[in-house]
């Protein structure tokens, strides 16, 4: 019988890919001297495999398993990303950039913001992104990897050699890796928990604590233990995604293009040696064929692989852990790939499991403060996500009015409030993203700030206009001293796959 003092010896990840891997890596070499991991993975199954673009916030999963940057990055086709280009998302034809990094510099009251909207109302500033080395950098398709250099860059990346590329370092590290397709599903009649897994081939395996990475289907959190789903669908209303790759026909920029369609959204994610495309719509505005001529349309580069449909659900499991499994990956939840918060998810997921991994036995203390701090994490990122639908301009289409005027949660419309009557944005320690973040969407989709905090006003015009000068000639003098981004590629990491 299973219970919650059994000491956890055997961990069995269910699924593969991305998420499959990553936890496998993580818990191997960072705890498998105590414990024994075993992979169960068909080969038969195709992954997801669209999430080819990251944040920065990779750079710690990377330090933590030892993962030196250049080999990664040749091993997976990748190239560097500053950002996401938003077009059309505010009204069609304004375009915006959302960078990674800081803006400006601010003081003890004040962010940089409102220093620059009272430069704004006297005339003496420029874009607000020619004050963020990364929203620059972008826009000049330019960028390095320099000594003492804030980590401040994600990257685009081959999903497919990514899983291949964590596998080869979870199996050097003893993860022991299954052939084979889940059949059954096999519960302690006593406990409710997971006792085993039947495989197809009739092959038992048994285990200690299960990690749940089949995906949509979530095989165990879900079609085993029936934990429950909580639907996003009427506040992030895409439900599908068509996605294609292209052989590359220009040199690769330093950012995901995320173009806003009549019913949903378009990516463009640059490869060393190809392109990955897609749209993201939703069902009840857009057939399938519909969606597949719209992302052909809008392609370019002979194509490598024939279109193929997604189909989804918004939103989050009641419980990421239950009883004695799991869920990580799509497994646990879906949010959609506007912010490329996908593998951010996965690796918080796997660290808070090791930071709270049950090696005595599973207490029902630590499972309820995964589960809480999950889903305090998934919350803010889904707020975020969904700002960029409904502050818009746009009433051009049914799908962009229903997301103008949906019902939204009381925490965007605080944080929307917020910003608009006084300028302030304030980052709490859960959240993902700063304020930089939400400046940038929050200007870019057109809602500015109604005032400027009163500090302000203690500089004079001049203060103010030199205060503003140096700042933006700093940020410009640092981006001129990177070379070219597709330059500094092929210097650096080169791919070895291609």
């Known amino acids: 019988m299973k219970t919650q003092n059994k000491k956890i010896k055997k961990v069995v990840i269910a699924g593969g890919g991305t998420a499959g891997w990553m936890t496998a890596a993580a818990l191997s070499k960072l705890l498998g001297k105590g414990i024994e991991v075993v992979l169960i993975e068909s080969d038969e199954i195709p992954t997801v495999g669209v999430g080819e673009a990251t944040i920065p916030t990779l750079h710690i999963f990377h330090q933590l398993l030892g993962i030196n940057e250049q080999e990664f990055m040749a091993a997976t086709n990748a190239t560097f990303k500053l950002g996401i280009s938003f ?58 990897v320099l000594a003492n250099q804030e980590l401040n860059h994600a990257y685009h990346l081959d999903a497919g050699l990514y899983a291949k590329f964590l596998r080869s370092l979870a199996e ?35 285990g200690d604590l299960f990690i749940d990475c089949t995906g949509f289907k979530g095989m165990l959190i879900e079609g085993a233990l ?19 790759q292209t052989k590359m026909v ?25 392109t990955g495309n897609g749209l993201v719509f939703c069902s009840k505005y857009m057939t399938d064929e519909e969606a597949k001529q719209t992302l052909l349309a809008n392609v370019q580069g002979e194509l490598l692989n024939e279109p193929r449909v997604i189909k989804y659900k918004t939103g989050t499991r009641r419980k990421h852990w239950n009883k004695n499994c ?38 029902q203390a630590d499972v309820d403060e995964f589960n809480s701090q999950t889903k305090t994490e998934v919350d803010n990122i889904k707020d975020f996500i969904i700002l960029h639908y409904h502050l818009t301009e ?4 049914p799908f ?4 103008k005027n949906m019902e939204i949660p009381d925490t965007l419309k605080h944080r929307m409030s917020l910003f608009k009557e006084s300028g302030q944005v304030f980052k709490k320690a859960e959240d993902l993203f700063g304020e930089t973040s939400w400046i940038q969407v929050m200007m870019g989709q057109g809602l500015m700030p109604e005032q400027y905090h009163p500090i302000v006003d203690l500089m004079s015009d001049e203060e103010l206009t030199s205060f503003l000068n140096n700042i933006k000639s700093a940020v410009k003098r640092k981006v001129d001293n990177w070379p070219d981004n597709n330059d500094f590629i092929n210097h650096y990491c080169k791919s070895t796959t291609m």
């Open 87 to 144: 077009e059309n998302w505010r009204d069609i034809s304004k375009d915006y950039i959302h960078s990674f990094g800081f803006l400006g510099k601010g003081c003890w009251a004040a962010g940089f913001q409102h220093f620059w909207l009272k430069g704004r109302a006297k005339g003496i500033v420029s874009d607000i992104g020619d004050y963020v080395p990364e929203h620059l950098g972008a826009r000049a398709g330019k960028f390095a």
């Open 172 to 206: 050097k590290h003893g993860t022991t890796r299954i052939e084979g397709k889940i059949s059954q599903v096999n519960l302690d009649n006593e406990s409710g928990y997971i006792d085993s897994i039947t495989l197809a081939s009739g092959k038992i395996v048994e």
């Open 226 to 244: 029936n934990t429950g789903f909580e639907d996003w669908s009427h506040i992030l209303p895409c439900d599908s995604a068509i996605a294609v």
């Open 250 to 274: 220009r040199k690769p920029v330093p950012y995901t293009r995320a173009i806003a369609r009549d019913s949903g959204w378009q990516w463009q994610i640059p490869l060393q040696n190809r």
């Open 326 to 363: 799991v869920a990580i990956g799509l497994s646990s939840g879906f949010i959609e790939p506007l912010e490329s918060t996908g593998i951010h998810l996965f690796q918080k997921s796997i660290v808070r499991l090791m930071q709270m991994f049950p090696s005595q036995g599973i207490n």
């Open 394 to 397: 746009r009433t051009d289409s």
């Open 400 to 403: 962009w009015r229903y997301c």
